[in-house]
């Protein structure tokens, strides 16, 4: 098993920034995939970016390209959301996802998933 867990939300004004962190632990050496989705109130959760074992590949979903940016750590089992220019569409609870196959931006495909971490954006 593989265990995750986000930090890094809170409150920031429309404009500003926020980094989020996802620490994974446990069986991580099979690991491969990690990504972040949100499920804002009142709608379904979605994809927001992933990233490849090596770092070498980043998705994003549109809404967020060029503003967000998805790193791993050095170590391979921290990845991070640095998130720039919050609008208050982006107030939702983040989650950080694992998978122990390739980096993909389909929820389904991930295998572990983290409790989530509250970002909110206030105008």
């Known amino acids: 098993q593989v265990q995750l867990v986000e930090s890094g939300g809170g409150l920031v004004q429309a404009g500003g920034s926020l980094r989020l962190s996802c620490a994974a632990s446990?069986?991580?050496?099979?690991?491969?995939?990690m990504g972040w989705f949100r499920q804002a109130p009142g709608k379904e959760r979605e994809f927001v970016a992933a990233?490849?074992?090596?770092?070498?590949?980043?998705y994003y979903a549109d809404s967020v390209q060029g503003r967000f940016t998805i790193s791993r750590g050095n170590a391979k089992n921290t990845v991070y959301l640095q998130m720039n220019r919050l609008n208050v569409e982006d107030t939702a609870v983040y989650y950080c996802a694992a998978r122990d196959g390739l980096v993909v931006m389909r929820e389904t495909e991930y295998d572990y998933w983290g409790q989530g971490t509250q970002v909110t954006v206030s105008s």
């Open positions: 990233i490849s074992w090596s770092g070498g590949s980043t």
């Open positions: 446990g069986r991580t050496t099979t690991t491969k995939g």
